[in-house]
């Protein structure tokens, strides 16, 4: 799955250690999330997409 999630971070000025502190996931899957390599939950999609600020998964989340 692709994501939207390094861009969004990077123009909110956060780093992957914050964003995974707000998720209370590591940054190891936040590295992964960014690269393509990890699927997460819904939960965790939605929650991700809410702490960027974004309205919808859809923003953030790429499903190819």
Do not use: W
Not at 15 to 40: F, M
């Amino acid at each position: 799955m692709k994501t939207k999630i390094k861009y969004i971070r990077h123009e909110l000025g956060m780093s992957q250690d914050d964003l995974a502190k707000k998720s209370n996931v590591s940054r190891q899957t936040i590295s992964a999330l960014e690269n393509g390599k990890y699927n997460p939950s819904l939960a965790l999609a939605n929650k991700i997409t809410k702490i960027l600020g974004c309205k919808h998964i859809e923003d953030v989340f790429i499903l190819d």
